[in-house]
């Protein structure tokens, strides 16, 4: 198996049940509903690849190109940490544990070449291979006529 591809699929597995994942999501309403930014109810190439430049360069915040460990896992809990906000505070503690364990390891995914950050073309990479992996019928957009891949696969 390609490294790319072993990457989608453990991205693909420990995308399942979070709501402020980096990772462009595995399932589809979700892809289109985060990816859509022109609201037209598809997602374009050219869309897409907008969203993802645009979400890297909000996290890269010392603009050197290069997602760090404290750039990446520290975007992500803050944004955990608004969303947990809404949670009860018996919940927290153990969905923070869990989220951040998974951040972790979506960063070790990413990483794909182990230099301890995430370029560009490693962020573009994963994206990319889901934005594939929705357009099931193959048209070039994520939009509601693909059929939802299942979990899995
Ligand atoms: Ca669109
Ligand atoms: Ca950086
Ligand atoms: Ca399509």
Not at 19 to 36: N, P, V
Not at 44 to 53: I, L, N, V, Y
Not at 126 to 139: A, I, K, S, V
Not at 146 to 152: C, I, M, S, T
Request: with cysteine; proline share 2%.
């Amino acid at each position: 198996m390609k490294p790319a591809l072993c990457a989608i699929t453990l991205l693909a597995a420990i995308g399942t049940g979070t709501t402020a994942a980096h990772a462009a999501s595995h399932d589809l309403a979700t892809f289109i509903k985060e990816q859509d930014l022109d609201g037209d109810g598809k997602v374009s190439k050219d869309e897409f690849q907008r969203g993802r430049d645009a979400e890297f360069d909000r996290m890269d915040r010392n603009h050197d190109g290069v997602l760090s460990h404290d750039e990446y896992v520290g975007d992500y809990r803050e944004r955990l940490e608004r969303e947990l906000a809404q949670r009860p505070e018996s919940e927290r503690a153990e969905e923070r544990t869990r989220q951040m364990r998974q951040a972790e390891v979506r960063f070790g995914v990413l990483d794909s070449d182990k230099s301890g950050g995430i370029t560009r073309a490693e962020f573009a990479a994963t994206g990319w291979g889901m934005f594939l992996r929705h357009d099931t019928n193959h048209d070039g957009f994520v939009s509601a006529e693909d059929v939802p891949a299942k979990d899995g696969e």
